[in-house]
């Protein structure tokens, strides 16, 4: 079923995530005894050219460790990435092609500027790496890419030091270091989380306008449905390093079949009168007691698991762009 997936958007999809596999191994503080984490277990996806994919899931599903796999800042035990239908690998002329075309946003600006330099030589940084134009043209640039992020009056900004800069403003100049190098596909993990619930709105009208101007693809990671809702078209919910439910994002959150995408949609929804005395099925962030790795990982939380529940149940399309991986039917 995957397979037919992910043939039926060859044509127009600009990358695609193939049975991507990261697990890491942890020792303990106090003892020897060490311990597999599947981060990222058999992930595949796509994403098509102009589109906005999000990758939804509670702390620790695999998100970042998703993002990190794309852009090779580390390695995957197992599975392929293909840009533009070719395999990224880790020869330099695949890395060079993937962070030209593909730039992260990170949650905490902090996380990809650097605090001593300037805002211009911040922005224009990734043109230097990327040896583009000269030292005019890239100044050029730079002041290009401020104005479309807003960042206003420019030559006073380009002086500015990032502790000058208000939250809003640094994770715009994030945004604008982002666009500098004009790139097909930006990957924003938790971009708006930090921010000010007052500018959160803001930040994220940018980017809708700026990726639909410049038909940016964006893999835009959340833990936030409503935000999901509003800048997505597809999304793909995690799990414990596997997606659980995938499809167009009104189909999988307003209808969703999995009981894991149901439960997030329930600590989400407008308390109603009538449900406050019902218990909420499932409770989030509830402590495992069991080797969760063994047959469908959410089933140590899932109020409708069935024997069967013990294998591990794939991804299968249940209708036209709506995939799920769950033996129970819920409707
Ligand atoms: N370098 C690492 N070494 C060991 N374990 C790691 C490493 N990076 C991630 N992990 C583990 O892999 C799992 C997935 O982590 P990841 O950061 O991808 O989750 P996430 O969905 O981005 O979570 P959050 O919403 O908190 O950012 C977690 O259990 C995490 O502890
Ligand atoms: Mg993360």
């Known amino acids: 079923m995957i ?24 020792k303990g503080i106090f003892s020897a005894k060490t311990n597999t984490v599947k981060a990222v277990d058999d992930v595949s996806f796509s994403l098509k050219k102009g589109e906005v994919f999000v990758l939804a899931g509670e702390s620790g599903s695999g ?59 911040i922005v224009s940084e990734p043109l230097e790496i990327h040896k583009i134009g000269n030292k ?58 930090m921010l000010d619930v007052s500018i959160r709105a803001e930040m994220l009208e940018l980017m809708q306008e700026l990726q639909k101007k410049h038909e940016i693809s964006f893999i835009y990671i959340t833990h936030d449905l409503a935000t999901a809702r509003y ?13 659980v439910e995938m499809g167009l994002i009104d189909e999988v959150l307003l209808k969703p079949k999995h009981p894991y995408t149901q439960a997030l949609m329930d600590a989400i929804s407008e308390p109603d009168p009538e449900n406050l005395n019902k218990e909420k099925k499932i409770r989030i962030n509830e402590p495992l007691d069991i080797d969760v790795y063994l047959g469908c990982r959410f089933r140590a939380r899932c109020p409708y698991a069935i024997e069967k529940c013990k294998t591990e149940p794939s991804l299968e399309n249940i209708e036209k762009d709506h995939y799920v991986a769950c033996y129970v039917n819920l409707d």
């Open 136 to 193: 005019s043209d890239r100044r050029k640039r730079v002041i290009e890419v401020l104005q479309e992020v807003k960042l206003e009056p420019t030559e006073e900004i380009l002086k500015k030091y990032p502790h000058m800069l208000s939250g809003g403003q640094r994770q715009r100049v994030v945004l604008a270091r982002a666009l500098a190098l004009r790139p097909k596909i930006i990957l924003a993990d938790e971009p708006v989380s």
């Open 3 to 26: 397979y037919f997936f992910i043939q039926f958007y060859t044509l127009d999809e600009i990358l695609r995530i193939e049975h991507l596999s990261k697990f890491f191994i942890k």
């Open 231 to 243: 800048f997505g078209q597809r999304i793909g919910i995690l799990y414990l390093g596997k997606i």
């Open 63 to 121: 998100k970042s460790t998703i993002a990190k796999l794309i852009l090779k800042s580390i390695h995957a035990d197992s599975g392929k990435i293909l840009f533009e239908n070719q395999e990224i690998k880790n020869d330099k002329k695949s890395l060079e092609k993937i962070r030209m075309n593909c730039q992260m946003i990170h949650q905490d600006p902090y996380d990809s500027i650097n605090p001593r330099m300037n805002i211009a030589d």
